[in-house]
């Protein structure tokens, strides 16, 4: 897993959102995101500026997929997914099909 610390500060403003269906205290979601970053290798966004994004925080997820040269990223996000065709972006659902046990 890689990922960038813009993306975990990114689930720290995102999490309270989703926390309807989570359930959890500000102290799980940051206990979660540091877990996160324990476990993962961090990397610096590449520059990128894709004509095609409409969402600029979606640039430095794009751009830290490209940095990372991982064979996927995999995103539930419509926008990205919509690059399908240039980058290897699948859903975790497709993800889990490929690698899941």
């Known amino acids: 897993m890689i ?5 975990l500060d990114k689930l720290l ?3 309270p959102r989703l926390n309807h269906r989570l359930g959890w205290s500000n102290s799980e979601m940051r206990d979660f995101v540091n877990s996160l970053a324990f476990l993962a290798d961090l990397v610096e966004p590449e520059p990128i ?5 409409h969402d600029a925080a979606d640039q430095s997820v794009l751009g830290t997929f490209l940095a990372s040269n991982a064979k996927y990223l ?5 926008d990205l997914i919509v690059l399908s065709t240039v980058y290897s972006i699948i859903k975790p659902a497709d993800f889990w099909q490929l690698h899941g046990n």
């Open 3 to 7: 990922l960038s610390q813009y993306i």
């Open 49 to 53: 500026e894709d004509p095609q994004l």
């Open 74 to 78: 995999v995103t539930g996000d419509k």
């Open 13 to 15: 403003r995102v999490f």
